[in-house]
Nanobody, 125 residues
Framework: QVQLVESGGGLVQAGGSLRLSCAAS????????MGWFRQAPGKEREFVAA????????YYGDSVKGRFTISRDNAKNTVSLQMNSLKPEDTAVYYC??????????????????WGQGTQVTGSS
């Protein structure tokens, strides 16, 4: 019933940009905080960015601060991740997650109730 669908992944040259989108359905979108995580082969899932249900606060992993920007459009039930100055180390599958209300910590996978299927991002040199 609840579905999160990511789009916008692809192959981009180092220094380039991509914009990921996550469309949510089957839930009251404005009641949920939203997050982006990524996972590269052989590595643990890594926190990338999150935005509060109120849209008043956003959070970023240290490796992406100053390069990535998270935003949400509650009218369209969509959360986006603008990715600039991409690096080869950004290569991973990116996942969209939804967690009800205000989360105790946006960096923890266990805080999120629903997940999308993921979309591949490859930053080439």
């Amino acid at each position: 019933q609840v579905q999160l669908v990511e789009s916008g992944g692809g192959l981009v040259q180092a220094g380039g940009s991509l914009r990921l989108s996550c469309a949510a359905s089957g839930l009251t979108f404005s009641d949920y905080s939203m997050g982006w995580f990524r996972q590269a082969p052989g590595k643990e899932r890594e926190f990338v960015a999150a935005i509060a249900w109120s849209s008043l606060s956003s959070y970023y992993g240290d490796s992406v601060k100053g390069r990535f920007t998270i935003s949400r459009d509650n009218a369209k039930n969509t959360v986006s991740l603008q990715m600039n100055s991409l690096k080869p180390e950004d290569t991973a599958v990116y996942y969209c997650g939804a967690g009800y209300g205000a989360l105790s910590t946006y960096r923890r996978v266990r805080e999120y109730d629903y997940w999308g299927q993921g979309t591949q991002v490859t930053g080439s040199s």
